[in-house]
Antibody
Framework: EVRLVESGGGLVQPGGSLRLSCAAS????????MTWVRQAPGKGLEWVAS????????YYGDSVKGRFTISRDNAKNSLYLQMNSLRVEDTAVFYC????????????????WGQGSPVTVSS | SYELTQPPSVSVSPGQTASITCSGD??????VCWYQQRPGQSPVVVLY???KRPSGIPERFSGSNSGNTATLTISGTQAMDEADYYC?????????FGGGTKLTVL
């Protein structure tokens, strides 16, 4: 069974930092792109960042570029999100997801999703 | 930046057909997937590549994508289908989500 389990969320003051982790199991982790998606309270889904299986490519959403860093440790089957200079508007549940791809067509989607890790930025 | 537009809410009676639209510029030239998010739960993909169902997703879920609009159709809607639905595509290496549609089964 494919499992993604996030941890590391919590309450942090504006300007502070937090590191989220995602433990993956049940699949060949190094072979998959991985992604973080967030959801602010009562709002929709927002793509945060994605990383290639070998870590050689990383992409970020405009709202987090320069402040957040996605990384992975394939030896530990783990995904990370280092969040610096946090703002009140970063308050959200952060989901870890695995990218699924059809290389022949270029289609790509997220499956499965972890249970989410809540992050609250408040003074 | 690329945008996807969904209606905030759609209502349907049990057993009837629900249609949720997702609009974007030349969306038919891209692939669209759809996620279902029940209250308090994580999203689950219900369609990918416009109209393909992952294993375990009921046949009543179907999709289309042409022109500027993709559509998620739920035939014979059941109470358990009440949820938020999000469309998603990719543009220039960036994942883009629609704003979400709350499906109410009355």
């Amino acid at each position: 069974e494919v499992r993604l389990v996030e941890s590391g969320g919590g309450l942090v003051q504006p300007g502070g930092s937090l590191r989220l982790s995602c433990a993956a199991s049940g699949f060949i982790y190094r072979s998959f792109w991985m992604t973080w998606v967030r959801q602010a309270p009562g709002k929709g889904l927002e793509w945060v960042a994605s990383i290639k299986g070998d870590g050689s490519e990383k992409y970020y959403g405009d709202s987090v570029k320069g402040r957040f860093t996605i990384s992975r440790d394939n030896a530990k089957n783990s995904l990370y999100l280092q969040m610096n200079s946090l703002r009140v508007e970063d308050t959200a549940v952060f989901y870890c997801t695995r990218d699924r791809m059809v290389y022949a067509t270029g289609d790509r989607w997220f499956d499965p999703w972890g249970q989410g890790s809540p992050v609250t930025v408040s003074s | 930046s690329y945008e996807l537009t969904q209606p905030p809410s759609v209502s349907v009676s049990p057993g009837q057909t629900a249609s949720i639209t997702c609009s974007g510029d030349k969306l038919g030239d891209k692939y669209v997937c759809w996620y279902q998010q029940r209250p308090g739960q994580s999203p689950v993909v219900v369609l990918y590549e416009d109209n393909k169902r992952p294993s375990g997703i009921p046949e009543r879920f179907s999709g289309s994508n042409s022109g500027n609009t993709a559509t998620l159709t739920i035939s014979g809607t059941q109470a358990m289908d009440e949820a938020d639905y999000y469309c998603q595509t990719w543009d220039s290496g960036t994942a883009v989500f629609g704003g979400g549609t709350k499906l109410t089964v009355l």
